[in-house]
């Protein structure tokens, strides 16, 4: 019956390439079946595996309390209801692309302005970086993306697009540093494979690394495209999440240092969301901004399958227009850098080492001191036990494409201040009970292994679900949040 149904179905509609067979996304289905809460549900699944900014939402929903006319949904606002849910142009509302044109330049400490009529709206950040790939290559074409990199860029860059990554292995040598170097090599030996390279994709700041790129490194690589004619396509939708120095340099930046000998505009490209920076994931605002005028073109046409509702836009327009309010929000980064401190401390304590990073909703924690052997198998039979027996949701660098086992992402923003001591606890009771004597440790790795082996059987048919299962509509698969 199954094979029938398939051959009802298009290869997209029933290959794997959305990726939803990856430990990455097991953990939020383990969390969605058992998720935690502090009185209903005290032992659940801590969700530490969703890249989700929690922290400031009160100044947003002040915001929205003291601006009832920005909603065409008050009574306040209603005047303007009809204005609003009449038919919309993909161009977007003008004052929604000049809002956002001017929230990018603030978010970036204004040392860049941002063209109006350049910025082209699409369904989230997921939306645009299919996008914009639609508009620069063909099926076949690949991308050159550094690892460790966020894995649902696996789905949304090849899935519908038919285009490829290769991805450019980074190691902790240099703390996952990309080179120009790297990019060469990578670049040559897809050459010699007859793959057609159509550019580079990078995340900065890095999700999974929490991590920025100096300016030196975005100079070596905007040089590398330009001497290749490759394009250049940076996601900066963490952009106002550094908390801490050095500040953030985006590639907009880079365009204005550099002349027309090693640098061509044409080929660099922006993806940008609301959904990171502002902490607004279900709005599903993603931008493509880009240099290119003819892409600028291309990609506004392509937009009208992924448009941003006219009320949305109408109410970010309002909240992104005031100054006041975004220049408070902006000032509370620092919350992050509180939370960031808090979690790696904590771990500091207990041995535990993170990548040190300075933006973000997320850190590289390294538990490569606790595998068994330093295998991938080994990295998953140690997150196997933090997921079913601590019971939180973090994300093993193997669904990164990292090349070295042992690393892991965890999420800090998502989540309370008491779930945040409740998660430490856990940690802090798993180390101390993996730090015994040799004997006592070989003792209880026997029968760890075989508390697992039986968990295991249990897990993979109650929590490692297929890709073809019913998911609950809370999850955040379903939210299709990052």
């Given at each position: 019956m ?5 051959q009802?179905?298009?290869?997209i509609?029933?290959?794997?390439g959305?990726?939803?067979?990856s430990?990455?996304?097991d953990g ?9 809460h ?6 659940g ?17 002040d ?38 044109a ?5 978010g970036?400490?204004g ?5 109006p ?16 790939v ?5 099926p ?7 690892s460790p ?8 860059l ?5 285009a ?9 040598s240099?703390?996952?540093?990309i080179?120009?170097?790297a ?7 897809a050459?010699?494979?007859?793959i057609?390279?159509k550019?580079v ?25 330009t001497d290749n004619?490759?394009?250049?396509v940076i ?14 340099v ?13 640098c061509?505009p ?43 509702s ?5 109410l ?15 000032a ?6 509180r ?5 790696t401390?904590?771990?500091?304590e207990?041995?535990i ?14 538990l490569?001191k ?18 079913n ?6 994300s093993?660098g ?40 040799p ?5 209880f790795m ?5 508390r697992l ?14 890709p ?15």
């Amino acid at each position: 019956m199954e094979n029938k149904s398939k051959q009802l179905l298009s290869k997209i509609a029933t290959n794997d390439g959305h990726g939803e067979n990856s430990p990455y996304f097991d953990g939020w289905k383990a969390y969605d079946r058992d998720p935690f809460h502090p009185s209903q549900n005290p032992n659940g699944v801590i969700q530490m595996g969703l890249a989700e900014n929690q922290l400031s939402s009160d100044l947003i929903e002040d915001w929205v309390r003291s601006n009832p006319e920005a909603s065409i949904c008050t009574l306040e606002g209603v005047g303007k209801f009809k204005d609003v849910a009449n038919f919309q142009d993909y161009h977007g509302l003008l004052e929604f692309r000049h809002a956002v044109a001017k929230f990018m330049s603030r978010g970036r400490g204004g040392k860049v302005t941002f063209d109006p009529d350049r910025v082209v709206m699409s369904g989230g950040a997921t939306g645009a970086n299919e996008l914009i790939v639609f508009c620069l290559a063909n099926p076949g074409d690949a991308f050159l993306l550094p690892s460790p990199y966020y894995p649902a860029n696996d789905r949304d860059l090849q899935w519908r697009t038919g285009a490829q990554i290769i991805p450019v292995h980074c190691n902790s040598s240099n703390g996952f540093k990309i080179t120009r170097e790297a990019l060469e090599r990578s670049y040559a030996q897809a050459q010699e494979s007859n793959i057609n390279v159509k550019g580079v994709l990078l995340t900065n700041p890095s999700n999974p690394l929490g991590t920025i790129l100096d300016r030196d490194t975005l100079k070596s690589i905007v040089s590398f495209v330009t001497d290749n004619n490759i394009h250049l396509v940076i996601d900066e939708i963490y952009a106002a999440t550094v908390f801490v120095a050095p500040e953030f340099v985006s590639v907009s930046e880079i365009l204005q240092e550099m002349d027309d000998t090693t640098c061509n505009p044409d080929l660099i490209h922006i993806v940008y969301s609301l959904s990171k920076d502002l902490g607004m994931p279900g709005f599903r605002v993603g931008i493509v901004y880009s240099f290119n005028d003819d892409v600028v073109s291309c990609a506004r046409k392509m937009s009208s399958f992924g448009l941003v509702s006219t009320q949305t836009q109408h109410l970010l327009a309002a909240m992104l227009s005031d100054d006041v309010f975004v220049e408070r929000f902006l000032a509370e980064r620092r919350r992050l850098g509180r939370r960031h401190g808090v979690f790696t401390k904590g771990l500091e304590e207990l041995g535990i080492g993170c990548l040190k990073s300075n933006a973000g909703l997320y850190f590289w924690m390294d538990l490569r001191k606790l595998l068994e052997e330093e295998t991938f198998e080994a990295e998953m039979v140690l997150w196997k036990v933090i997921i079913n027996e601590v019971k939180l949701n973090v994300s093993p660098g193997s669904s990164f494409h990292c090349v070295e086992p042992g690393w892991f992402r965890v999420c800090f923003a998502n989540m309370d201040d008491e779930t945040v001591h409740v998660a430490l606890k856990r940690i802090r009771a798993f180390v101390r009970k993996k730090e015994v004597g040799p004997v006592k440790r070989k003792r209880f790795m026997d029968n760890l292994n075989l508390r697992l082996s039986f968990s295991s059987l249990r897990y993979d048919e109650s929590v490692m679900l297929s890709p073809h299962i019913m998911v609950s509509t809370h999850s955040p698969l379903v939210r299709a949040r990052t």
